[in-house]
């Protein structure tokens, strides 16, 4: 669905850049055009792409380890609440 721009929606986009421009400035930064990214090697990036791969694999292995102490729980829990019945009958 595409939206009209209505002359009032214009103004609103413009106004809005131009804060943004403002701002810019306002903050004794050169021109945003003008503005040029520092370029970063990834070689500092690299061990803590690693890192944060090592411990995701960590938590899942935790996780499945944390899933079987659960199913366990339950199973005793169900085990005991049938035995309760029982005895309750």
Same mark, same amino acid.
């Given at each position: 669905?595409?939206?009209?721009?209505?002359?009032?929606?214009?103004?609103?986009?413009?106004?809005?850049?131009?804060?943004?421009?403002?701002? /810019? +400035? #306002?903050? !004794?930064?050169? %021109?945003?055009?003008?503005? &040029?990214?520092? =370029?970063?090697?990834?070689?500092?990036?690299?061990? /803590? +792409? #690693?890192? !944060?791969?090592? %411990?995701?694999?960590?938590? &899942?292995?935790? =996780?499945?380890?944390?899933?079987?102490?659960?199913?366990? +729980?339950?199973?005793?829990?169900?085990?005991?609440?049938?035995?309760?019945?029982? =005895?309750?009958?």
């Amino acid at each position: 669905m595409a939206i009209k721009l209505t002359e009032s929606i214009l103004r609103k986009l413009i106004m809005e850049e131009r804060q943004k421009l403002n701002e /810019t +400035l #306002e903050m !004794k930064q050169s %021109h945003p055009s003008k503005v &040029k990214a520092k =370029e970063v090697k990834a070689d500092g990036y690299e061990d /803590t +792409l #690693e890192a !944060k791969i090592d %411990h995701y694999k960590a938590m &899942k292995l935790h =996780e499945s380890e944390l899933m079987q102490k659960y199913i366990a +729980l339950r199973e005793a829990r169900l085990e005991l609440k049938k035995k309760l019945l029982s =005895e309750l009958n």
